[in-house]
């Protein structure tokens, strides 16, 4: 379940809203990304399909985790007993500025 958005234009996506700047098709396939995370009970139900490149993102503490909605975009979230926090949509270039 999505417990806490780091971001509104995160929460934004996720409610179904229009974001400024990112095309419509890209919002699809982040939307659908952000609705299997919502559904998984445990992590390893990330790692179907693979498109979600799901894989735990080094040097973290709490571990944060990532699946990849395209080649630059990135959704990372935090897992805590069954649920996500601090769940960020992301341009991959830009990781380390924000998180």
Known sequence: MLISFKDNKTEKIYSGERVKGISIDLIKKAR??????????????????????FHALSGYAPTR???????????????????????????????????
């Open 65 to 99: 985790y990532a699946i990849f909605v395209d080649k630059q975009w990135r959704i990372t979230f935090d897992w805590h007993e069954g649920d996500a926090h601090n769940i960020m949509y992301y341009l991959k270039t830009i990781i380390k500025r924000f998180l």
């Open 32 to 53: 659908r990304r952000l609705a299997m995370l919502n559904q998984a009970i445990q992590l390893e139900d990330l790692y179907f399909p693979p498109s979600n490149r």
